[in-house]
């Protein structure tokens, strides 16, 4: 099994991005403190260390790649491939190799949007293959799998037919299945909290019975386009969620659908056409995002979505974790909802919530009330941001898509140590560990290293 300390999966241990390794270089480019590079293939996914090894995932036209690299030299070990069943629709973003690996030391297992899941050996054989889908994903999939209790985790979220999956690591075969028709698109990797996988959703967040996949928690308020993942600490859990329309006073109160068909269904056919509707009611963004069925018009489930979506509010939701049912009213600690990250993560890292948002937009926070430390820009940073920051060596990285990798001071009140320059965009999340940090890039993964 992989050791305590290893980076195995997306953001670390625990989706937390958090490393306890120090010795980490603060300045860092194509030509300074560089242990190796290796050029790879397209991709978004990020690096997972086990042992000697890493393993991360790659495309090429409708080539679908699994890798595995010497942790000391860089060097390709294997490359395995699974052609793609299908061609994913995808937002100009995403990428077909978006889910991040999982592994357990030995096994490496990952997900791929147009085919499904497959686990390969330390040798690079092929131990099993589940094809998945297609899915309804308005913008592709971008969840990554997890492991726990011996079954690997993956929420597949989508506008029709969304669902949690659990499958035995050794055999590939599903141990249970359960429905999440309540939520529609969303992207958020689960995180586990003892016997329980806790999962974002669109419009709500959901705790799930790790054995048997039965619901146990939930909280309503969430926004309706959910991309990052929670992290928990100090007995709490914290999730991030911005979508378009969602800012405050953006929202708007929708009638029912009863009321709809009555005074809005002109040729009275018992759906809603995009002409029926008033331009105040029309949704932020496309009409395919809120026509989940893509039949052009609208029905009571569309309706019901569309209308929590005008509704929802983005928000940084703090919940106190320990109840069973519905702990909206009771477990929500604070909301927080000013200058909040479209795809990064939170950082709950020596005692301080850290928030990075497309613009170069910084800010920390306070875990226990919410309350603002700081908020700055990060000048010579002011790009987009969809990597998740990580804390490590008392330091924060924070990586731009425009390949801008900013360090910060780990401090409520920070400063910024250093900018570095790699030269290409970055979508993946850096991993931590032994003194090495490892990024990747749109064309390569670097090592990095005093």
Known sequence: ???????????????????????????????????????????????????????????????????????????????????????????????????????????????????????????????????????????????????AGGAVIMNCDQDVGSFLLAVDASSGKVRWKTDRSEVTHGYSTPVVHGDELIVPGAYQMIAYSLKTGEKTWWVRGLTWQPKSAPVIGGGMVFFNGWAPGGDPGRQYDLPPWEQVLQERDANRDGKIAQSELPKEWQPTGSWGAVDLDDDGLLNAREWSFFRARRAARNNLMAIRLGGRGDVTGTHVAWRFSKALPDVPCPLLYRGVLYLVRTGGIATTLDPATGEVHKQERLQGALDGYYSSPIGADGKVYMASEAGKVVVLTAAADWRVLAINDLEEPIYATPAVEAGRLYIRTQGALYCFGK
């Open 1 to 147: 099994m992989a050791a305590a300390a290893d980076w195995s999966q997306f953001r670390g241990p625990n989706a937390a991005g958090v490393s306890n390794d120090g010795d980490l270089p603060t300045e860092f480019s194509p030509a300074r403190n560089v242990v190796w590079k290796t050029a790879l293939p397209r991709g978004a996914s990020s690096p997972v260390l086990a042992g000697d090894r890493i393993y991360l995932t790659g495309a090429e036209g409708s080539r679908l790649i699994a890798f595995c690299l010497d942790r000391q030299s860089g060097r390709i070990l294997w490359r395995r491939e699974i052609a793609a069943s299908r061609a994913e629709v995808l937002h100009k973003l995403n990428d077909p190799a978006s889910g991040t690996p999982v592994t357990d030391g030995r096994n490496v297992y990952v997900f791929f949007g147009n085919f499904g899941m497959a686990s390969y050996g330390e040798d690079g054989n092929e131990r099993w293959r589940l094809p998945l889908g297609p899915f309804t994903n308005l913008h592709g999939m971008g969840a990554s799998p997890v492991l």
